[in-house]
């Protein structure tokens, strides 16, 4: 009888590393990135900051009306029917009102405008009947309402950004707000990308019958191109054992990461495999994953190192479920928007023995009943990267779960969360 080696169709392959255990081996093995630089806040969306930031004043720094109405006194509310009140004069964001009320008036005031001497309550100017310079209300309103007190927003001496943060624009408006000019934030992480294989060739090439353009450099280009990434663009390398290993050890000059795709299987072919077991520090791992069971990641030198499937799909699940979280956890991001893993009903069966994790390519949509439902792309095929193309969300099979059957809630990562 034939002896037979392990595929990636096995599932029950002695050895595979659970996708739990390759992405903690992964996230406790690498080093931080230290260094800062500090930047215009125009430029910080989406950088990571490096210092805590503290409120040096009260943000409002005075109380405020928060519509357009009128500023009366508590005292004046009718308790019960409707009351007048004379109006004496007007409040604008930036020319506030020099008066001070009495029983039985009030004042015309803006959105954004100081608060007069006198006035605790606003009342809406949709909520008033007006005549002349008399206004007429009812008693439907309560003391304090619709005015924005001095420092409801952020409070002078509190933390309201920590290092860590994966700045938003939201936070960009916050540094605005207190008049912050510039932000220290961790310089961005340098990625080296590099393809493998004899068959490959370059765009604007001239195709022969057993090439093909390489399409994983630029998923990979695309998927690295973020305000805090700088990237290394290696092409595609002589593949052979020597020349790979020197073009790796060559970008461990200036990278934090190099990216190389394909070669990392056990294949005669496979180069990169041979290159890298000549550098003694990247270990070769055959994960409980499909698409994407064989990776190998360690170090050369300065760099952290991933080996990436060849197969594009598998390239572009393991970027990020794999590469991406080393990233983040590289520049030391604590505090980002959370990508729910969503429970969403499958519209169709799906075939999954347990003992290995499966990542589906889906499509994510809204019934006219406004249930959220996903069917998968089709053929799933690591080589089909149209799939990708059509999906708008992965379908996550864990690893100890069996076959989906038609209108099953299934784990759900939208996109939109990860791109």
């Not at 992405?23 to 969306?45: C, D, G, M, Q, R």
């Not at 405008?113 to 005549?131: F, K, N």
Request: glycine content about 8%; some cysteine; charged content about 20%.
């Amino acid at each position: 009888m034939i002896s037979t080696q392990a595929n990636c169709n096995d599932i029950f392959e002695p050895g595979l590393l659970p996708v739990e255990q390759a992405t903690h081996n992964i996230l406790s093995a690498l080093p931080a990135i230290e260094e800062f630089e500090i930047i215009n806040i125009e430029k910080a969306k989406a950088r990571t900051l490096a210092e805590n930031i503290t409120a040096s004043f009260n943000v409002p720094q005075f109380d405020n009306s928060a519509v357009d109405g009128y500023g009366l006194n508590a005292i004046d509310l009718p308790k019960e029917g409707v009351t007048n009140l004379k109006i004496i004069d007007s409040a604008y964001a930036g020319q506030p009102s020099t008066k001070s009320i009495a029983t039985g008036e009030c004042i015309r005031i803006m959105t954004g405008a100081i608060i007069p001497e006198g006035v605790d309550t606003v009342i809406m100017q949709e909520h008033i009947e007006l005549q002349d310079d008399i206004i007429q209300l009812d008693d439907r309103h309560q003391l304090g309402q619709n005015i924005r007190l001095a420092g409801e927003d952020l409070q002078q001496g509190s933390t309201i950004l920590q290092s860590g943060r994966f700045l938003t624009p939201a936070d960009i408006g916050l540094l605005a707000s207190l008049g912050i000019a510039t932000v220290k934030v961790k310089r961005k992480i340098k990625i080296a990308i590099a393809s493998t294989g004899n068959e490959l060739i370059s765009i604007g090439d001239t195709p022969k019958q057993d090439s093909l353009y390489d399409s994983n450099r630029y998923s990979l280009y695309a998927a690295l191109d973020r305000p805090d990434v700088e990237i290394i663009n290696l092409g595609i390398l002589e593949d052979t054992p020597e020349a790979l290993l020197k073009s790796f050890n060559d970008a461990s000059q200036t990278a934090d990461i190099i990216i190389s795709t394909g070669g990392v299987s056990v294949g005669d072919a496979d180069h990169t495999k041979t290159a890298l077991t000549q550098s003694g520090n990247v270990d070769f791992w055959k994960i409980a994953l499909k698409p994407g069971r064989p990776l190998a990641f360690g170090h050369i030198k300065n760099s952290v190192f991933f080996g990436l499937p060849g197969n594009p799909v598998a390239v572009m699940v393991t970027f990020y479920h794999f590469v991406q979280p080393a990233i983040e956890a590289m520049l030391g991001i604590e505090d980002k928007a959370a990508a729910p893993k969503l429970q969403i009903r499958s519209t169709e069966n799906i075939r999954k023995k347990a003992g290995r994790t499966e990542i589906i390519r889906g499509i994510l949509q809204q019934q006219s009943d406004g249930e959220w439902t996903v069917q998968t792309t089709g053929k799933q095929g690591s080589g089909i990267l149209r799939s990708m193309s059509l999906a708008n969300a992965f379908i996550i099979l864990e690893h100890d779960r069996e076959s989906v059957k038609k209108g099953e809630l299934v784990t759900v990562q939208t996109f939109s969360t990860l791109f």
